[in-house]
Nanobody, 115 residues
Framework: QVQLVESGGGLVQAGGSLRLSCAASLNIFSIYAMAWYRQAPGKQRELVASISSGGTTNYADPVKGRFTISRDNAKNTVYLQINSLKPEDTAVYYC?????????WGQGTQVTVSS
């Protein structure tokens, strides 16, 4: 059974940092494109950052320069380093994995930023 397990969320003051992790129980993790999405209360889920199997990264405009996505294929883990947090970053952050073998979601981790 495929599992994506996020961790690292929490309550932080504006300007602070967090590092989210997503551990994936995927066969051949390296072939999956990985991504982080977030969903704020009353809003649609949105793509925050992605990293391809080859390591190419992309970021949503609101987080460029503040968020960094990375992956460690040896550990089957993808990370999201979040710096200079803003109250508008408050959301549930979800890990996503996608390849020709399937598409999977984690259960989410809450990030709350206080002003």
């Amino acid at each position: 059974q495929v599992q994506l397990v996020e961790s690292g969320g929490g309550l932080v003051q504006a300007g602070g940092s967090l590092r989210l992790s997503c551990a994936a129980s995927l066969n051949i993790f390296s072939i999956y494109a990985m991504a982080w999405y977030r969903q704020a209360p009353g809003k649609q889920r949105e793509l925050v950052a992605s990293i391809s199997s080859g390591g190419t990264t992309n970021y949503a405009d609101p987080v460029k320069g503040r968020f960094t996505i990375s992956r460690d294929n040896a550990k089957n883990t993808v990370y999201l380093q979040i710096n200079s947090l803003k109250p508008e970053d408050t959301a549930v952050y979800y890990c996503n994995a996608e390849s020709i073998l399937g598409k999977y979601w984690g259960q989410g981790t809450q990030v709350t930023v206080s002003s």
